[in-house]
């Protein structure tokens, strides 16, 4: 069953911790992301990592940080330097361009996870 | 300004109507263009993606593309109850030579189909 698993579903975190959220794909895709929702808002993006071993800061990387160490795995640290950290956290992946039918970059979600502030 | 702008609704349209939702974008070379649904509470899934002017039709779905205008559509036909969620246009800016590209979305369009 391919799919893209984000676990867990809900986090809680104390203040002053740093807590880290999975996500694990098999879709043998290239790239992977990580996105921050804030309710009524759209998406932006934390980091992402078009191959093992390498990652680049999105838009609001301060307080974050990722590992891309095998291509099926690329966890989200939430650091307590993250002074607002409760929103649903969305992880994403894609083929690379060059390995997309159109060049197309298609990204595929997982369920999220709902990270929340004691 | 915003990079992908969407009127954030709601928008309220009567069952069996036709919903229109739609996009502007800033960045003149922009490639391709994505619309994603998402239900309360869940992750964004895929309903269409186009890349060349013009429409794109996927059953009850049409994406209507003007890069001369900077405009992306989604129309959806014979609207039923189950349509209603938020709606996300989402836009792929210039492809480097490098590959993929980040995404840029729009803060969505909320729709919801009134029986």
Redesign the interface.
Same mark, same amino acid.
Request: proline content about 0%; charged content about 15%; cysteine-free.
């Given at each position: 069953d391919g799919g893209i698993t984000q676990s867990p579903k809900y986090l809680f975190r104390k203040e002053g911790q740093n807590v880290t959220l999975s996500c694990e794909q098999n879709l043998n895709h290239?790239?992977m $992301?990580w $996105?921050r929702q804030d309710p *009524? %808002? *759209? /998406?932006? /993006?934390i980091y @992402?990592s078009?191959i093992v071993n390498d990652f680049q800061k999105?838009d609001i990387a301060e307080g974050y940080s990722v590992s891309r160490e095998k291509k099926e795995s690329f966890p989200l640290t939430v650091t307590s330097a993250q002074k607002n950290p409760t929103a649903f956290y /969305?992880c994403a992946s894609?083929y690379?361009?060059?390995r997309a039918p159109? *060049?197309?970059?298609? %990204? @595929?979600?997982?369920? *999220?996870t709902r990270l929340s502030v004691l | 300004q915003k990079e992908v702008e969407q009127n954030s609704g709601p928008l309220s349209v009567p069952e069996g109507a036709i919903a229109s939702l739609n996009c502007t974008y800033s960045d003149r070379g922009s490639q391709s263009f994505f619309w994603y649904r998402q239900y309360s509470g869940k992750s964004p899934e895929l309903i269409m993606f186009i890349y060349s002017n013009g429409d794109k039709e996927d059953g009850r779905f049409t994406a209507q593309l003007n890069k001369a205008s900077q405009y992306v559509s989604l129309l959806i036909r014979d609207s039923q109850p189950s349509d209603s969620a938020t709606y996300l246009c989402a836009v792929n800016p210039i492809i480097s030579n490098f590959g993929n590209e980040k995404l840029t979305f729009g803060t969505g369009t909320r729709l919801t189909i009134i029986p």
């Open positions: 290239d790239a $992301y $996105y *009524g %808002q *759209g /998406l932006r /993006l @992402y078009q999105g /969305l894609s690379h361009t060059d159109r *060049g197309e970059n298609i %990204q @595929y979600f997982g369920a *999220g | -």
